[in-house]
């Protein structure tokens, strides 16, 4: 895959404008292979968290590190080769679903494809689609569902293998079938590979190595979901 995928970030600071910081001050350090949940209500800073690791904004202060590296220093490219993103809004494209599961990596092979999708619980979907592999998807997906988007995001991930997974739980209800599919799918795929969830779901909550509660920007309480309910803190009020 590439990277390790060891994250820190070390005093960051970052404000969409010139207004008001977004993200304030912001440590934190998830050993390789580890996942972590991102919680709190929102505007927390919970994205942002998520724009400025893929640098989809560029922080104003402090450093983010990747296996001891400045990402500030990695051509952003390069960068998000190392990542994979399943987002509550898929992002699909106009060509065909193989097209949209190989995403730009030409050197996959066919039976790579199937294979990733086979991985993803997508395949058999797909084996129901008009012209199955080869059926053309407009760029918001017409035609096949929330949750089959996300099936197909979750392909994409497989066939890309990398280092490091951004997941964004759907908060829109997604047919239970294809949900257990996800959550099946999913904890996969995050196997060996450092995870940043922005987290929903209190199952996936209570998995994580580690919960980051944000709170206007800031880290207000970070542990196990064990540690943080004998806090009795924020954490506790919400999910205790
Ligand atoms: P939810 O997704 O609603 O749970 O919130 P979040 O925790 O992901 O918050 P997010 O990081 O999106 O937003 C943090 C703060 O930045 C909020 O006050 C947002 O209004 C603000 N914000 C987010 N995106 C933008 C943007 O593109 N431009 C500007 N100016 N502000 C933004
Ligand atoms: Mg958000």
Redesign the pocket.
């Known amino acids: 895959t590439g990277v390790k995928g060891e994250v820190e970030f070390h005093n960051v600071s970052f404000?969409?404008?010139e207004d008001?910081n977004?993200?304030r001050d912001v440590n934190l350090h998830v050993k390789a292979g580890q996942t972590a949940a991102?919680v709190?209500?929102?505007?927390?800073?919970?994205?942002?968290?998520?724009?400025l690791l893929s640098r989809f904004?560029e922080r104003d202060s402090g450093l983010i590190l990747i296996d001891g590296g400045d990402i500030a220093n990695v051509k952003k490219e390069s960068l998000r080769k190392h990542m994979g993103f399943v987002l509550q809004d898929s992002f699909l494209f106009r060509g065909t679903v193989r097209e949209n599961i190989r995403y730009g990596r030409l050197e996959a092979s066919d039976d790579e494809v199937v294979e990733a999708a086979k991985l993803a619980n997508a395949h058999s979907f797909i084996m129901k689609l008009p012209q199955r592999y080869e059926t053309v998807l407009s760029q918001d997906g017409n035609g096949i569902s929330q949750g089959q988007k996300q099936l197909l995001s979750i392909a994409r991930a497989f066939l890309a293998n990398p280092g490091i997974l951004i997941l964004?739980e759907a908060t829109s209800s997604i047919d239970t079938v294809t949900e257990l599919k996800i959550q099946d799918a999913l904890q996969e795929l995050m196997k060996g590979r450092t995870s940043f969830v922005?987290a929903h779901r209190l199952n996936t909550i209570q998995k994580a190595d580690k919960i980051f509660v944000?709170e206007?920007?800031r880290i207000i309480e970070e542990g196990t979901n064990d540690s943080l309910l004998e806090q009795e803190g924020f954490y506790y009020r919400l999910h205790g």
């Open positions: 404000s969409y404008e008001g977004t993200v991102l709190g209500p929102t505007g927390a800073g919970k994205t942002t968290m998520i724009n904004y964004d922005i944000l206007e920007g």
